[in-house]
């Protein structure tokens, strides 16, 4: 829409509370609402003041003024507020020049496109994700000086099997047995429905939902593939669509990778396809799998960069919970036609040419779309760029491979540190057509050690003391 459409839409749907939002440096939504009177066509020309010096990763206390500009193109009607709310994304500039702020998320991401069409090269990246996340029924932690605790329920979970539940009707889902049992095993098949239905309510198409592998509330819907910004603007809807759906039903839903000790974790696996002139540049049929070398090429630069690429894509600490061997992570970086133990797969099914892409498995949804989607975008079009070949494929089971076999095989780095200081030592490659800037990457770097790995390295581990008090 256009401002003007904007305004008369909001009039005819009755809209009493308008709600401005924009994404801080970490991923997470930030808002305030206006009321329906200032709703006119000059905000989205002048903008709206704040502070950015409270907004993660944003400015310093000095220089804390920033700007909202509302785009008329990004707005739905939110689904759960009582008082009639009409939600609009915005987009972060500085007040004093006027210029985009280069650590906006959502102009990361965009600049990521302009920067793929003035290559030459494509015109079009469409994302996939694949969201996964755990619905719980109660959550609890909390952490001090002299304590540190968590704990976490599920109606579904093997470990209630022996619980007094006034009957306990036995209906529990083995560990690592969740991947589409039918009800009542799978308690959140409606749950799942409402969260699909409400998604599509705002003008967000999916394609499947179902239960994952995990004994407790593991969940997965997928939506249907778009353009990089317009895909990172509707995880941000995805996240806050299935958390309240959750609450609304007395339930807590998380997108942390790694909850439960000794069960799957949630990734959020990336498919990617580069398009021009309506093409699919990734389809060539004899090939192996039908890539094209267009196609290898991004998949060297995923590769190649990945280490890096994971401080954006993988980017907490908890993140390398999921990402070791065994409980189908992705870990081993090579790629793979089907191969689900690769980090890398092309998807079986992806046989014509409007269908072909890649995925790519190692990221997870507890990062900030827009830059994993720009971060992933920059290391592929780097491959094609210096026609960096990947190695060669491996279709057998990574994890079953005789040691000689997988000395060669490189595997993703095992820990936030160490992808950090990966993304110090490598990332020209972000850096292009100003993507990314310096003052990004050195934000991302300081923000990350000192808020979660110095956080994370100082604590005491609760199971530190069964392994240590007696000594």
Known sequence: MKPKEVVEFAQTRGV???????????????HFSISITELTEDIFED????????????????????????????????PFTEVPTLVILCDVR????GEAYTRDPRYIAQKSETYLDSTGIADTIFIGPEPEFFIF??????????????????????????????????????HKEGYFPVPPAD???????????TLES??????????????????????????????????????????????RRGKTATFMPKPLYGDNGSGMHVHQSLWKKGKNLFFEPGNYADISKTCQYYIGGLLKHAPSLLAFAAPTTNSYRRL????????????????RSACIRIPAISRSEQAKRLEFRCPDPSGNGYLTFAACLMAGLDGIQNKIMPPDPIDKDLYDLEPHERKDIQSTPGSLEEVLD?????????????????????????????????AMRMRPHPHEFSLYYDI
């Open 94 to 97: 500085d007040p004093v020049t």
């Open 187 to 197: 308690q959140l098949q409606d749950i799942r429905s409402e969260m699909l239905m």
């Open 324 to 339: 070791v061997p065994g409980y189908e992570a992705p870990i081993n970086l090579i790629y793979s036609n089907r191969n």
């Open 202 to 247: 705002i003008g967000i198409r999916v394609e499947v939902h179902h239960h994952e592998v995990a004994t407790a509330g593991q969940c997965e819907i997928d939506m249907r593939f778009d353009t990089l910004t317009h895909m990172a603007d509707k995880l941000q809807m995805f996240k806050y669509v299935v958390k309240n759906v959750a609450a």
């Open 47 to 78: 903008g709206i003041g704040f502070d950015g010096s409270s907004i993660r990763g944003f400015q310093s206390i000095h220089e804390s003024d920033m700007l909202l500009f509302p785009d008329p193109a990004a707005t739905f009607m939110d």
């Open 422 to 454: 990966s993304l110090e030592r490598d990332h020209a490659y972000l850096l292009k057509g100003d993507v990314f800037t310096k003052d990004v990457i050195e934000t991302w770097l300081e923000y990350k050690r000192k808020k979660e790995v110095d």
């Open 16 to 30: 009493r509370i308008v709600d401005l939002r924009f994404i801080d440096l970490p991923g997470v939504w930030q």
């Open 137 to 174: 029924d109660d959550v609890r932690f909390q952490t001090g000086a002299n304590y540190g605790y968590y704990y976490l329920d599920s109606n579904e979970a093997a470990w209630n099997s022996g619980r007094d539940e006034k009957p306990n009707l036995g209906y529990k889902i083995r």
